[in-house]
């Protein structure tokens, strides 16, 4: 079976560019986390997502970011416009609810 | 409060020794679950095991062990017999029960030498 699958792997962009991070959740896991990893702050929840609806988006750090569910395959995360503190690893994760999270491959983002 | 801790930021051993991974948690829930993940050099995170707090009994899979005290509030990760593949940063993470979110530790990072 396929993992969750993230894209792009990598991502260098320009200051003030927008910034799209895609990701497919687990066939018929109905939970899915958008996380972000730096070597500073360790891994932070941006936002969950049951059943294609927003539940917690307290992690968001501002309204530069956004992210949406239009289905239950597939979510968006989108930084507009970026900065060079955004550059980290952010990962995608799904789940059954209250069971273990699975995450993607993450998307390594770098901001210039 | 819930809180994870991972005291151990670094550990290194030679190939073959064994290792333990400690992890205490912080939880006023009766019900909650802990997981453990492993981040290799290549930056995925791998899910290892997940326990709920019911379920004190250890757990072996293979050259890996868990060890679940509540008394102690600790759930430790034990590598028999480690390979440089087990070379990864190790997250231990806690869930309450009627929440999605996971409180990760810090992570432990295990070096093994040939």
């Known amino acids: 079976d396929a993992g969750v699958i993230q894209s792009p792997r990598h991502e260098v962009t320009e200051m003030g560019q927008e910034v799209t991070l895609r990701c497919k959740p687990i066939?018929?896991?109905?939970?899915l986390f958008w996380y972000r990893q730096t070597m500073m702050r360790g891994l932070e929840l941006l936002i969950y997502f049951n059943n294609n609806v927003p539940i917690d988006d307290s992690g968001m750090p501002e309204d530069r970011f956004s992210a949406k569910m239009p289905n239950a395959s597939f979510s968006t995360l989108k930084i507009q416009p970026s900065e060079p503190r955004d550059s980290a690893v952010y990962f995608c994760a799904s789940s059954f609810p209250r069971y273990e999270q699975y995450f993607g491959p993450g998307t390594r983002l770098t901001v210039t | 409060a819930q809180k994870v801790t991972q005291a151990q930021t670094e550990i290194s051993v030679v190939e073959k020794e064994d290792v333990t991974l400690d992890c205490v948690y912080e939880?006023?829930?009766?019900?909650?679950?802990l997981f453990w993940y492993k981040q290799p050099p290549s930056g995925e995170l791998v899910f290892l095991i997940r326990r709920n707090s019911f379920d004190e009994q250890n757990e072996i899979s293979g050259r890996y062990s868990w060890n679940f005290q509540k008394s102690t509030s600790s759930f430790n990760f034990t590598i028999t017999a480690s390979q440089v593949v087990d070379s990864a940063v190790y997250f231990c993470?806690?869930?309450?029960?009627?929440?999605?979110?996971?409180?990760f530790g810090t992570g432990t990072r295990l070096k093994v030498l040939a």
């Open positions: 939880t006023r829930d009766t019900t909650y679950y």
């Open positions: 993470a806690l869930s309450e029960e009627g929440t999605y979110k996971y409180i």
């Open positions: 066939s018929g896991h109905n939970s």
